[in-house]
């Protein structure tokens, strides 16, 4: 059922099948109008205690007066009920007997609160359950918490409450462990930041979660929760979190969390007009910054609260925390593995001791106390005025730039508000959403993102990124690298033509005035410039083409520079999102660093082919194959080939697949016929495979070579082996002419799209100077099952030899690359439109 906005245009809220609707609806309506939060949550406790006491009394009170009584709990017991929100209810019996007598009734109990339309979460515990520590469900304990009375035997809660007392006196601390363990686990979840870019406000890192974390420790009594003013800090985020919870229930009709695309567009048109005190952020980008802002301070004292927790609890932890208070210097003191200042108001007569401070907690690694943030805030009028003139500040930034936690360090130089203050150019993203549907993260976050990869980089023992760690040693200035991913992205945040072009401006002013020297300025400029080079070159050119690795080298110029591009790119592509660089392509990237080291450092003979020296079986297959084919092909992949060939004679078609480090390799060899290529695409694309690469050869006598690279992203055949038989059999059925592909795609599901206003309009492209063999045919379009299908289909109907196919997806767009040549040779011009309106007709199916 599609959902309909009410007049007033906020979404209408579930209704419940009872008494109780028109009171749900009112406050529906008043938040509407008022944007109160605090009065939903007030109202619809309210009216569930309403319902679960007069449940209570038709299905449980006469027939267990005694013995039995209902305690709200969780949210509910915190007087916290969002408009979906689940109602969490313990019913407490006196002993297990008398549950299992009154099981019926306690049964009817429920279903009328089901019924009602609450959607009810119960247990049914003793007095002994309730005081015993539930490891493989602790979640029991926590909701314990939060409790209240709400109906029933008064004289058996009363005996529950000082047990349970002196229970959660007994365990605090073993409670605290699982519940900072638990914490730990679901941050993971989000990696650990509150940066994406349509947040899940209750569970990911600085949402309600968090909160309640903190809440929880309170009351577990955990020692350092009275070390800050936490509840201060954080009491404006509560209002905010409260306010967008509610309005997303509303919204989605449902217990939904998620600050989406539409969600974020809904906000900014229809609060502000609502809430006087958020009036002024009037752009979902503004709408945005208040969150990140918000959960920021809700997960940095979460995280200090779990920090307190774990050394408390982890006595090697705490041995080595006392060891690393040797560390202090004449600046610093390190206490409780953290950095206090030992002259507090120093900063303001040097200003320098800020730098010298990140300097110290990019060599440690420790953080600085809260007492000397605080210090660092309230010195920021001081700092602000100090740096905002052009100083040589090149050999301080360095020194942090180059440290073995830089990450950590430039990540507390952007919470002190510091990294703003030397770079005011890095204000532009802080916070900053770009809604392109694949990166995960905003800019800044992005950004430093790419510096901890390199720093995991230094440390991993994986073989197919030991390659790129090798490079990383032989880079001579990693402070200049840092600086150039720092730097790479600023230009996003101006939102003014090309963000390379405008990060390049951005970087020359700032390194003017920090003093840069000028060859290190010259390498930041080059890295910004050509930051997408060789991603792009991955996703869009044949990288066996002689002509790709030329393009390149005339962009990098040295093989010097070629490392260091090289390194940018694999610390940009991992940070897009947790599976932008999957094995497929990080054997790319690899690929395009050999090809342009190769063209960088060969000499002028190795462009040329020397005639093979092979069998007459080898020397036929061979005869008529393009020259590229050796290039792109090991002495052990052509006798494979030429083996298959021996089989296509014998069967028709002949079919080989097998598991590659990045994926599959399928490699089909048969007769030429209309759309074989296109026909092998549909098949794959039938089966859910993600087709990375195909390329289509023919020789003399007539026999077509296509191999397709895919990857199975639901890992069908590793989990199915008979599943590679079947798709085996269904490639071979569809050479023959036995299955029409159609039928095959029939039944593929269109992918749902992240967003309603994210449709994106088919972009054809064709370029005749790319490559010395083919015309470049480029599509940027929807993705979605048997497009490359149809795509392939469109292309041989017209007349076009398909050579190579490079197919690229990020989200729902694809972004294929196909080499294609007519008569052996180029299109010509006259082809190209009618052509392009063919295909544009087949991309939108």
Known sequence: MSQKPSESGMMTGAKPHSKAAPRVEQLRSDFTATAEPMAVLRGRTNIVEGQVCKSYSRHLANAAPNGIAVLAVGGFGRGELFPHSDVDICLLVDNEKLAHEKRPQISAFLQELWDSGLRASHSVR??????????????????????????????LYEKLEPKLRKFFENSSANLARHLSRLARSRRAQYHDSIYHLEPNIKEAPGGLRDLHLLEWFRKLQTQGMNDFAWAAEIEP????????RCFLHYLARRDNNVLSFDAQDEVAERLPARAEEFASRQTPEEWMREYFRHARSIAGAATRAMESVEVKNNSLLAGFRDWRSRLSNTDFTVSRDRVFLKAPTALEKDPELVLRLYQFVGRHGIKPALETERRVLEAQEHLQSYFASPRPLWNQLREILASPHCALALRVMQDTGVLRMVFPEWGAIECCVVRDFYHRYTVDEHTLVTIENLQQLARTSEP????????????????????????HDVGKGERTGHH??????????????????????????????????????MTSRD???????????DKVGTSEGLKYLTLVTYADIGAVNPTALSPWRLEQLWRVHLVTHHELTRELQTDRIQAP?????????????????????????????????????????AIDIRKTEGGYLLTVLAKDRLALFASMAGALSSFGMNILKAEAFANQQGTILDTFVFADPGRTLELNPSEMDRLHMTIERVLLGKVNVKDLLKYRPKPTLPSRRSGIEPKITFDNSASEFATLVELVAEDRPGLLYDVASCLSAKGCNIELVLVETEAHKAMDVFYVSTAGKKLPETMMEPLQLALDTAIRG
Not at 128 to 155: F, K, T, V, W, Y
Not at 237 to 244: D, M, S, T
Not at 518 to 524: D, G, I, P
Request: proline content about 3%.
């Open 613 to 653: 020296e092979a069998s007459d079986e080898r020397s036929s297959f061979l005869k008529g194959l393009p020259v590229r084919y050796l290039r792109t092909h090991t002495d052990e992949e052509i006798q494979i080939h030429v083996d298959l060939e021996q089989r296509r004679r014998e069967a028709e078609v």
């Open 237 to 244: 985020a509560r209002g905010y979190l409260y306010l967008i």
């Open 126 to 155: 003793t007095i002994q359950e309730c005081c015993e520590l539930h490891d493989q469900n602790i979640e029991l304990n926590i909701s314990l918490l939060d409790h209240r009375p709400l109906a029933g035997d008064i004289a």
């Open 464 to 487: 197919g990124h030991r390659r790129f760690a090798n490079l990383l040693s032989e880079v001579e200035e990693p402070a200049v690298l840092r600086f150039a991913l720092l730097f």
């Open 543 to 553: 990288l066996d083409d002689p002509a790709t690795a030329r393009m390149l080298a």
């Open 500 to 537: 390379s072009e405008e990060s390049v401006r951005m970087a020359q002013e700032a390194m003017t005035r920090i003093r840069m020297p000028e060859k290190h300025q010259r390498l930041v400029l080059f890295l910004i410039d050509q930051h997408l080079a060789l991603s792009a070159a």
